[in-house]
């Protein structure tokens, strides 16, 4: 009910800030522009700032006990300002517009309590982020438990199935006459119980252990806790003094591995030319081994054709040596048998040239007779007749 009468009560008021508006508009129509959508994008920001205000408003009377939201009765002083104001105006809507602006400096809060509403909203959120997180750890650790757990017995069963094949089902299918085989199967599964069973036992004998020893740190804390020997103010500062010092100690080395990581960066720099001049020296190696790979081929070959030649080095020593013996041998003839000789040669040479001679001109006369006839017979309706 207060809400509607609140509501009511800022109708007129809306109301005439929107004829107020309007008119304004009306009156500037002819104004700069610019000047209004900047007037419209401050609206905006402002509308936008106080729609935040009031959802963190709301989630903090959310938070709020439903007794603390009762309505305060008015002050006196308030009431009587009211009632002055009320008295003193005339009309119907200027009583209605001072109530409803009495009404408004009421509802409105103080810098202050913004601050105090926004300090309690953040250490809300805060803690309920606080609570988030733990919560999400929380089901991570669950999580991550589960997992851990799964991957536990997914490897326990695959040992048991290898051993169940290893130790029975390979014997089975290697002896598939044997009458025993489940035998050999209850045997297995009793042995695995029996196992089973040793360590369930080891288990319940280690957890009894650690139950005891729970309750004796247990027992040593609560005799510390009455006899005094809690931690005091000293301790806290010894406590600070040695973190100091041990922050001084990660601080030494986290230098020194940086140190570290810098001659590690060099070193691997150095490793990185040392390595391309390595491969570098491999491929010229390789070029050097093909080279002597093909020089040593060519030296095979050049010793074959060494061999070659001077077997025909020696071949032509023989033929040599056989020349020479049969030039020293050689007798020239007598000078009238050379010139008979010549003058035998030469008519021989002159015959020769005068028989080409007169063959060429047979088949000069050869081609003009086939022609000639080859004419004749085309002239008869006969085929050419060619010439051998």
């Known amino acids: 009910?207060?809400?509607?009468?609140?509501?009511?009560?800022?109708?007129?008021?809306?109301?005439?800030?929107?004829?107020?508006?309007?008119?304004?508009?009306?009156?500037?129509?002819?104004?700069?522009?610019?000047?209004?959508?900047?007037?419209?994008?401050?609206?905006?920001?402002?509308?936008?700032?106080?729609?935040?205000?009031?959802?963190?408003?709301?989630?903090?009377?959310?938070?709020?006990?439903?007794?603390?939201?009762?309505?305060?009765p008015l002050s006196d002083s308030l009431g009587a300002a009211a009632a002055s104001q009320l008295e003193i105006g005339g009309g119907r809507g200027r009583k209605m517009k001072t109530r409803t602006t009495a009404l408004e400096q009421l509802q409105r809060l103080t810098l202050e309590q913004k601050c105090d509403v926004a300090q309690r909203?953040?250490?809300?959120?805060?803690?309920?982020?606080?609570?988030?997180?733990?919560?999400?750890?929380?089901?991570?650790?669950?999580?991550?438990?589960?997992?851990?757990?799964?991957?536990i017995r997914?490897?326990?069963?695959?040992?048991?199935?290898?051993?169940?094949?290893?130790?029975?089902?390979?014997?089975?299918?290697?002896?598939?006459?044997?009458?025993?085989?489940?035998?050999?199967?209850?045997?297995?599964?009793?042995?695995?119980?029996?196992?089973?069973?040793?360590?369930?036992?080891?288990?319940r004998l280690k957890n009894a252990a650690l139950h005891v020893q729970k309750r004796k740190l247990q027992l040593q804390l609560r005799q510390k806790e009455e006899m005094g020997e809690a931690l005091h103010e000293v301790d806290f500062q010894q406590l600070k003094i040695e973190n100091s010092q041990y922050l001084e100690r990660i601080d030494e080395r986290n230098q020194d591995l940086l140190r570290l990581k810098l001659l590690a960066g060099n070193t691997l720099q150095v490793l990185n030319s040392y390595k391309k001049k390595l491969q570098s020296m491999t491929c010229e190696s390789k070029l050097l081994s093909?080279?002597?790979?093909?020089?040593?081929e060519m030296l095979v070959k050049i010793e074959?054709?060494?061999?070659?030649?001077?077997?025909?080095?020696?071949?032509a020593e023989t033929l040599n040596r056989k020349l020479r013996g049969q030039l020293a041998d050689f007798r020239v003839p007598h000078v009238l048998q050379y010139i008979t000789a010549?003058?035998?040669?030469?008519?021989?040479?002159?015959?020769?040239?005068?028989?080409?001679?007169?063959?060429?001109?047979?088949?000069?006369?050869?081609?003009?007779?086939?022609?000639?006839?080859?004419?004749?017979?085309?002239?008869a309706g006969a085929g050419p007749v060619t010439a051998r």
């Open 121 to 151: 909203e953040l250490d809300e959120t805060k803690e309920d982020l606080e609570k988030l997180k733990e919560s999400s750890e929380r089901v991570l650790h669950n999580y991550k438990a589960t997992l851990e757990e799964a991957d």
């Open 1 to 72: 009910m207060s809400g509607l009468s609140r509501r009511s009560n800022r109708l007129p008021t809306c109301l005439f800030t929107l004829a107020t508006m309007a008119e304004t508009v009306q009156d500037v129509s002819e104004a700069d522009k610019r000047h209004l959508v900047e007037l419209v994008k401050e609206l905006r920001r402002s509308n936008a700032v106080l729609r935040a205000e009031t959802d963190m408003y709301e989630r903090y009377i959310s938070r709020l006990d439903p007794r603390d939201l009762v309505p305060q």
């Open 304 to 315: 074959e054709e060494t061999l070659q030649a001077e077997e025909e080095h020696a071949k």
């Open 342 to 379: 010549k003058a035998s040669h030469s008519q021989l040479e002159q015959s020769v040239r005068a028989w080409e001679r007169k063959v060429e001109i047979s088949e000069m006369a050869l081609k003009t007779h086939t022609k000639t006839w080859n004419k004749l017979k085309e002239a």
């Open 290 to 296: 093909s080279d002597i790979t093909s020089r040593k």
């Open 154 to 203: 997914l490897v326990e069963v695959k040992k048991a199935s290898y051993e169940f094949d290893r130790d029975v089902a390979k014997v089975l299918r290697e002896k598939r006459g044997v009458m025993m085989g489940a035998e050999k199967v209850i045997r297995y599964f009793e042995d695995r119980m029996r196992a089973k069973d040793t360590l369930v036992e080891k288990l």
